[in-house]
Each structure stands twice: as C-alpha cells, then as structure tokens.
C-alpha cells in the first residue's frame, strides 16, 4: 500500500515562493498517476497538477506559469512561485491508478500580508 507525506507548507507574503514535498513509500510509484491537489476555506478540492512518470500531464489554468510539478526516486515535488493570497489551501498529495487511490494528510499553505 502506497503511503504519501507531504512538507513544506507554510505562511508566505503575496509574491513569495514554497516547495512542497511529498514522499512516496511503500509501492512502486511509477506506475501510478501522481497528482497535487488543493482544497480552499470553504470550497472543494481541486486539482492544481497532475503527471505520470516524468511527463506533467496538467496544470490548472489558474497556476500555469507558476507552479512546476517533479518528481524523483523519493517522491514528487510542487514548486510554486509568484503566490497569490487566493493559492491559500490545504495542498494534498495523490496517487492513482484503476481502483487504487491514496492521499497524503496534506500542508497547509497561507498566502498573507
């Protein structure tokens, strides 16, 4: 069973940049879709980026430009940069494949002056 922890969230200024990380245990990852997700105050889940092997497959159009999904041996990786106040989410980290689907406890990520 694939087990997923993500790091790296934290409070940012409007403009500032974070990494997130999510570490992959316990299966063989590469055959899974991987994906990043995010869920605002008071709004639903929402996917920000979503790959499979090294190829990014998507980004949502409201962070193209500004987040780059990874990944290595370990895991994989979101780099945001130019956040905006309305990036402010918990950020969730997911791997699927047919009826397999695993989430990670997610980081919270704050976007505030």
């Known amino acids: 069973q694939v087990q997923l922890a993500e790091s790296g969230g934290g409070l940012v200024q409007p403009g500032g940049s974070l990494n997130l990380s999510c570490a992959v245990s316990?299966?063989?990852?590469?055959?899974?879709?991987m994906g990043w997700y995010r869920q605002p105050p008071g709004n639903e889940r929402e996917l920000v980026a979503r790959m499979v092997r090294s190829s990014v497959l998507s980004y949502a159009n409201a962070v193209k430009g500004r987040f780059t999904m990874s990944r290595d041996d370990a895991g994989v990786y979101l780099q945001m940069n130019s956040l905006k106040p309305e990036d402010t989410a918990v950020y969730y980290c997911?791997?699927?494949?047919?009826?397999?689907?695993?989430w990670g406890p997610g980081t919270q990520v704050s976007v505030s002056s």
């Open positions: 316990g299966g063989d990852f590469g055959r899974y879709f």
């Open positions: 997911n791997a699927r494949q047919g009826g397999e689907n695993y």
